[in-house]
């Protein structure tokens, strides 16, 4: 089996900082895009980042310039490095990857089962 584990999530004041991590496990052969999704409370999912194997990166216009998405390939990780948060960015956050599985070399798109963030004094 794939499997999406992400860490990092907590309470942190306006302003603060935290970094969130998010690795795949399994029988793997490559992972092509890896991403993180919010959802807050009353919203519908959105995309916050996304990272190519290559490097390319995407952000929504809401974080970019605060926050900073990046991968180790070698340890099928994503990171999101999250700077200067603000209330507004409350919300439940998930780890998105589209791989290939070696059983099938075909492409599958796999969440993990997300990681809450609170930002509020």
């Known amino acids: 089996q794939v499997q999406l584990v992400e860490s990092g999530g907590g309470l942190v004041q306006p302003g603060g900082s935290l970094r969130l991590s998010c690795s795949a496990s399994?029988?793997?052969?490559?992972?092509?895009?890896m991403g993180w999704y919010r959802q807050a409370p009353g919203k519908e999912r959105e995309l916050v980042a996304t990272?190519?194997?290559?490097?390319?990166?995407n952000y929504a216009a809401t974080v970019k310039g605060r926050f900073t998405i990046s991968r180790d390939n070698a340890k099928n990780t994503v990171y999101l490095q999250m700077n200067s948060l603000k209330p507004e960015a409350t919300a439940v956050y998930y780890c998105?990857?589209?791989?290939?599985?070696?059983?099938?070399?075909?492409?599958?798109?796999?969440w993990g089962q997300g990681t809450q963030v609170t930002v509020s004094s």
């Open positions: 998105n990857a589209d791989l290939i599985r070696t059983v099938t070399m075909r492409f599958y798109e796999y």
């Open positions: 990272v190519t194997s290559g490097g390319t990166t």
């Open positions: 399994g029988s793997i052969f490559g992972v092509n895009v």
